[in-house]
């Protein structure tokens, strides 16, 4: 067991309500992060410094409670940044979550939260999150750089289909072992390939289930 040894999860964060405590261009940077993935964001900060956060208050795309941090603030949240240049206010926030049993980021002292946050790509619903512990979080910046050249554009249109014919398989197909077989043959199908040459047409409804029904067999 280590200390430096984080579980990395895919959380689910639609319409869910998350606080940052903090207005700064790390907040920011986190506030980004969750509106991507459909979060209700509420901002507790006494100022929003970052301009693209005010925006984001002013279009009423985030809450912004204009004062400073407030015991009981984190009440009902299912995650918390804490994000303000006060590094003891933001242990204590970590404390009260803790307490409280919501996850929470300590931009300031990654160590004192329960999670942290990774450098992401995306690829349509590829996701690929490097993290390094909080050795150096530029590390992870320059490792998400890397990883961008190597996965393109092409992952996107890729996932959309195996997406499509995998919900298929599993709407249409009761047994699992048939299941199975139709899911092994799925992803042996070059399909990445032919969408790098150009030669992939797209597949409709209707083709998606002749592939299930004349592949069934061993
Ligand atoms: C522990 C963690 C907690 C957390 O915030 O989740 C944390 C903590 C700290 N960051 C600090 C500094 C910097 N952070 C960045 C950038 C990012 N930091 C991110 C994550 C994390 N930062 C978590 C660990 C992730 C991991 O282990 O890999 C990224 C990946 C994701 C994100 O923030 O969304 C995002 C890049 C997004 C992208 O571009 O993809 C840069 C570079 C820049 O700004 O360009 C610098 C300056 C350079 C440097 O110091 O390396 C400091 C010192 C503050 C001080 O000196 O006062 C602390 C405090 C501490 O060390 O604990
Ligand atoms: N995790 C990361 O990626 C990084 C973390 N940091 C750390 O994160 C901290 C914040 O960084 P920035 O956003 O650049 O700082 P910043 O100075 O731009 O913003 C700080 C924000 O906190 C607000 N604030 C201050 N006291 C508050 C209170 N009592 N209640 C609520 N809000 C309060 C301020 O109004 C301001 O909006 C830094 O002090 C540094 O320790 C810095 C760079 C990267």
């Given at each position: 067991?280590?200390d430096?040894?984080y579980?990395?999860?895919?959380?689910?964060?639609?319409?869910?309500?998350?606080?940052?405590?903090g207005?700064g261009?790390?907040?920011e940077r986190?506030?980004?992060?969750?509106l991507?993935?459909g979060?209700?964001?509420?901002?507790?900060s006494?100022?929003?410094?970052?301009?693209?956060l005010?925006?984001?208050a002013?279009?009423?795309?985030?809450?912004?409670t204009?004062?400073?941090?407030?015991?009981?603030d984190?009440?009902?949240?299912?995650?918390?940044y804490?994000a303000t240049?006060?590094d003891?206010?933001?242990?204590t926030?970590?404390?009260e979550?803790?307490?409280?049993?919501?996850w929470?980021?300590v931009?300031?002292?990654?160590?004192?939260g329960?999670?942290?946050?990774p450098?992401?790509?995306r690829?349509?619903?590829?996701?690929?999150a490097?993290a390094?512990s909080?050795a150096?979080?530029a590390?992870a910046v320059?490792?998400?750089?890397q990883l961008?050249?190597?996965?393109?554009r092409?992952y996107?249109?890729?996932?959309d289909?195996?997406y499509?014919?995998?919900s298929?398989i599993k709407?249409q197909v009761?047994s699992?072992e048939?299941?199975k077989?139709l899911?092994?043959?799925?992803?042996?199908?070059?399909?990445?390939?032919?969408?790098?040459?150009?030669?992939?047409e797209?597949?409709?409804?209707?083709?998606?289930?002749?592939?299930?029904?004349?592949n069934?067999?061993e």
């Amino acid at each position: 067991m280590s200390d430096s040894m984080y579980v990395p999860v895919m959380l689910k964060c639609n319409g869910r309500l998350c606080l940052l405590v903090g207005g700064g261009a790390v907040a920011e940077r986190k506030a980004a992060a969750l509106l991507d993935a459909g979060a209700s964001v509420h901002i507790v900060s006494p100022q929003l410094k970052s301009g693209q956060l005010r925006r984001l208050a002013d279009e009423g795309a985030v809450r912004w409670t204009s004062r400073a941090y407030e015991p009981g603030d984190l009440q009902g949240a299912f995650l918390v940044y804490a994000a303000t240049d006060d590094d003891a206010l933001n242990k204590t926030i970590a404390l009260e979550a803790d307490r409280l049993g919501i996850w929470v980021n300590v931009a300031s002292d990654g160590e004192a939260g329960s999670f942290i946050s990774p450098a992401v790509m995306r690829r349509g619903r590829l996701t690929l999150a490097v993290a390094t512990s909080g050795a150096g979080p530029a590390a992870a910046v320059r490792i998400r750089q890397q990883l961008e050249e190597q996965f393109g554009r092409d992952y996107e249109e890729y996932l959309d289909i195996l997406y499509s014919m995998r919900s298929a398989i599993k709407a249409q197909v009761e047994s699992a072992e048939t299941r199975k077989r139709l899911l092994d043959r799925l992803y042996r199908l070059d399909i990445l390939g032919d969408i790098r040459r150009g030669g992939y047409e797209s597949w409709n409804t209707e083709k998606i289930k002749l592939w299930i029904e004349n592949n069934q067999e061993e």
